[in-house]
């Protein structure tokens, strides 16, 4: 099969053109970074190629955003003296092994000290870790419930907290549930606020339209910074 590899650059977007014999164009968007990729039939173009792509712009920055919106953690290891964040402060891990149950402690507004078995390993320090990160959360969202639905006027039947790869939080709006990221636990606590917040008025108004917005700037008028900040990489 003849191919013929080339780019194409259009608002800033490098397109990566690939000729080749077949029938169709076909036009994809890769993750991580949100590589675009566009397969042409041999007879097409370059100007034909470009008008395709700035015909299908919309779709291609819509892709590359929701890319960009997936929750990126850098990789941790579990190691002495590793950066760990813990309600918005960096903490440096104190790996202490010794024979007994395992425990996790802030000390001295620096350290995370984490006690484990000799022996245990990345997965288990992480998952030492992980439910240490989940216990504290547990503890914050009941403050933070009661006081928007008296404000938001609805009402919660059931929360809870999981490991969400794509989404800070979900809303169930037919079972009145709602669930935040474990990953919230890192984040500065006006941010767990927001999400909380967020996904109440989902009980109110399920699609991220106007009204849902206006809900948003009543009740939290600096929502849009949180955001933000939520989406920001901290090492
Ligand atoms: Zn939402």
Redesign the pocket.
């Known amino acids: 099969m003849s191919t013929k590899n080339f780019h194409i650059e259009v608002s800033g977007i490098q397109v990566n053109v690939i000729k080749k014999d077949i029938k169709n164009i076909h036009l994809a968007v890769y993750p991580p970074t949100g590589r675009v990729r566009l397969s042409s039939p041999l007879s097409m173009k370059r100007e034909s190629l470009r008008l395709f792509i700035i015909d299908k712009l919309g779709w291609i920055k819509k892709h590359i955003r929701n890319m960009n919106s997936q929750i990126r953690e850098p990789e941790r290891e579990y190691i002495q003296g590793e950066s760990h964040w813990v309600e918005g402060q960096r903490y440096l891990l104190n790996i202490i092994e010794r024979d007994s149950a395992p425990q996790v402690e802030i000390r001295n507004k620096k350290y995370i000290d984490l006690y484990v078995r000799p022996g245990s390993d990345k997965a288990r320090r992480e998952e030492v870790m992980r439910e240490w990160y989940r216990d504290r959360l547990k503890k914050q969202i009941p403050e933070l419930i009661p006081k928007w639905e008296k404000k938001l006027d609805v009402q919660i039947d059931d929360w809870g907290v999981k490991l969400m790869k794509t989404k800070w939080g979900s809303?169930n709006v037919d079972e009145k549930r709602i669930w935040l990221n474990l990953e919230l636990a890192k984040k500065p606590k006006h941010c767990l606020d927001y999400v909380v917040l967020?996904?109440m008025i989902?009980l109110k108004e399920r699609h991220?339209n106007e009204r849902f917005k206006a809900l948003l700037d009543q009740h939290m008028p600096g929502w849009r910074n949180v955001k933000e900040e939520l989406n920001e990489v901290v090492y």
Do not use: A, G, K, P
């Open positions: 809303c967020h996904e989902h991220h």
